[in-house]
């Protein structure tokens, strides 16, 4: 028969896991830091300096005009990649109660906020009202809907109306499980990128057309893991887009 480790050993192998975990959150403090302050110093000197050129040289030629707006448009966007890579490291930390979550309602709380916040868009809502509670942290699960939500409206931009819908069944082969889709009537893509979406700073449209810096699926998949679930998207182009959340029942 096997040796049974000796209870001295498998506390040993506990606090060397313990010590493991503290210096994996120390350094991911330091890059949360790093990421908030010290990358934002040289940031701050680009503004300076391109402020400088433009207040000392009144009469400076178009093209360098150009090139000066350049500069100032690429130092806002790095800003905003910073806050986000910022908002993405912290969701990892948050605390978590699980809790059971009625989802329904969370669903359209949400939908009359977007509803509201884009008061001239025309949206038919098709919400399940029936779906079962859930286990998940209720700050969590509002994030990472309205994440999902949020997008469906920023790709349904052109449609009138926009059509966005969410569905419910119990997982297959997965008892205790429930699977929600939301689809949408959007501009879609071609299946061969779903995956590239749940990268870093992603985009498959331009930021002239689509606003945003590629970190609302990204983000939503880190929420999902951190509640236990999947999360999966697909898409045609010009056919609209659905995304499959897995959660656990409460």
Not at 25 to 32: K, L, M, S
Request: net charge negative.
């Amino acid at each position: 028969m096997p040796a049974v480790p000796a209870p001295e050993s498998n506390a040993s192998e506990v606090e060397r896991l313990h010590q493991a975990l503290a210096q994996e959150r120390a350094e991911f403090q330091e890059f949360v830091y790093a990421v908030s302050h010290d990358l934002r110093a040289p940031l701050r000197h680009i503004n300076a300096f391109a402020k400088i050129i433009e207040e000392d040289w009144p009469d400076k030629p178009v093209e360098v005009e150009r090139h000066l707006t350049t500069i100032r448009q690429s130092a806002q966007l790095l800003a905003q990649q910073l806050d986000g890579l910022a908002t993405l490291s912290r969701l990892g930390q948050q605390h978590m109660q699980l809790q059971a979550v009625d989802v329904s309602t969370l669903i359209q709380s949400l939908a009359a906020e977007l509803s509201q916040r884009h008061a001239t868009r025309q949206v038919q809502w098709q919400l399940a009202q029936d779906v079962p509670q859930l286990q998940a942290d209720s700050e969590l699960l509002r994030q990472l809907f309205l994440n999902l939500l949020d997008n469906a409206m920023k790709f349904t931009r052109d449609r009138h109306p926009a059509h966005i819908a969410l569905s419910w069944s119990l997982a297959p082969d997965e008892p205790g499980w429930c699977q929600l889709k939301l689809r949408d009537n959007g501009i879609g893509f071609a299946p061969a990128q779903a995956a590239q979406l749940f990268k870093v700073f992603a985009k498959l449209h331009p930021v002239r057309e689509f606003e945003g810096l590629g970190l609302g699926l990204v983000a939503s998949r880190k929420l999902v893991q951190r509640l236990g679930g999947r999360i999966e998207i697909t898409a045609q182009p010009d056919l609209g887009c659905q995304v499959t959340v897995i959660l656990p029942l409460a």
